[in-house]
Nanobody
């Protein structure tokens, strides 16, 4: 079964860090543009970051630029989102996408 799964979410204090993983089963992420999105309660889904399949070029939303880093490890069929200096406004469900595939999401809560 083709599957995309996120992991690494959790509860962290403001200023803390988390690393999210997006891992694929039964298909290869190498050929896909991979995007990370987030959605907080009562808000629309927001694009956070993406990484290309061709040259590894990246994009970041202004709200996370300088704090988040996206990377990919093709050998592990995984894309990462390293999040540092987390703020309360980063609290959301984070999901990854590859083409038409979406993962179920992982909850990130930033709170003291």
């Amino acid at each position: 079964q083709v599957q995309l799964v996120e992991s690494g979410g959790g509860l962290v204090q403001p200023g803390g860090s988390l690393r999210l993983s997006c891992t694929a089963s039964r298909f290869t992420l190498d050929y896909y543009l991979i995007g990370w999105f987030r959605q907080a309660p009562g808000t629309e889904r927001e694009g956070v970051s993406c990484i290309s399949s061709s040259d590894g070029s990246t994009y970041y939303a202004d709200s996370v630029k300088g704090r988040f880093t996206i990377s990919r490890d093709n050998a592990k069929n995984t894309v990462y989102l390293q999040m540092t200096n987390l703020k309360s406004e980063d609290t959301a469900v984070y999901s990854c996408s590859a083409g038409t595939y979406w993962g179920p999401g992982t909850q990130v809560t930033v709170s003291s």
